[in-house]
């Protein structure tokens, strides 16, 4: 690269960053907000046309190309383990500030059950196979933690009450809220969503566990098994 263009570069860089700073990213197109992202893995050169590389690649959309996977960015020439490397780290600092931020404004699950589906929403960002997690609650129901307890579907076979309790024990609290997700489909339970969940909720009860609720995330919506028809079903019958 001659000098003049390595000025050239130096000073778009230095426009860009100026322009993000005044005006935030919404000022960019999404090919712009790549270049830039870019900047901090090629400190030199030019990387617009490897933020329209990698667009057109994943199928033109921004949000590909954050959650592509590590080995498909690979493929891609131009990008190496640096870079690739940096936009997982880049899609799992999105998804932890996304859930933190959320936490710090509605913790409460007993003053707003809506709150606490559109925090479990934010825990699936970017996940495309089905995962189980459980989130741990204090005497008075503010969140205090969750944890990914199982990669796969919801079945007793890969959610053992011994899971729960290690979980509760761990995080020392008696409450907890079962997350988890389907990712291609709707959020309403399957008939052995809600027999499992009933069973845990009996067993877990006996060893002094409550499972507050049992929160399922589809494609476009959450369900609350708690706020819904199935309550008295897993949680009224196990009182009787």
Known sequence: MSERNAELH???RKRMKKKIVDFGIDSLQDHEILEA???YTMP??????LAHTLLNEFGGKLVNVVNADYDKLLDIKG???HTASFFVLLRHFSKKYLIDSYCCEHLNYAENADAMCELCKRMFVGIPNEVIYAASLSSELDIISSKKLHDGGFDAAVITPRALIDFAISEKSNNIVIIHNHPRGSALPSREDISTTGKLVSTLRLLNVDIIDHIIVGRDSTFSMRSSLYAGEIWNHNDE
């Not at 030199?44 to 046309?49: A, F, K, R």
Request: aromatic share 6%; hydrophobic share 40%.
């Open 37 to 39: 992202l870019l900047f």
């Open 44 to 49: 030199q050169g030019d990387t617009n046309e």
């Open 10 to 12: 130096i000073g778009h």
């Open 79 to 81: 990008i190496g383990v």
